[in-house]
């Protein structure tokens, strides 16, 4: 099992939800019996030894080039 947590942060109506995006996440919700990590959660796993990353967000649609 890989040592690292990515997750996918989502702001859903106002408030920041982190969503696991790789294996080891999803098994850490797994073991919480959640959808989304919680940041305690995410702190346990820190101490526990797990780097935690955020998944990289897409630049908005707005700011692309048009073509």
């Known amino acids: 099992m ?5 997750i996918d942060e989502r702001n859903v109506y106002g ?3 982190y969503y696991p995006a790789n294996p080891t ?4 919700a797994t ?7 919680t940041l305690r ?10 780097i ?3 998944l ?3 630049i908005p649609h707005i ?3 048009k073509e």
């Open 15 to 17: 408030q920041k939800l």
């Open 31 to 37: 073991i919480a019996d959640t959808e989304t990590l």
């Open 52 to 54: 935690v990353e955020m």
């Open 56 to 58: 990289q967000q897409d």
């Open 41 to 50: 959660t995410l702190r346990v796993a820190k101490k526990m030894g797990f």
């Open 63 to 65: 700011l692309r080039d």
């Open 25 to 28: 996440a999803e098994y850490l």
């Open 2 to 6: 890989e040592n690292k947590i990515v």
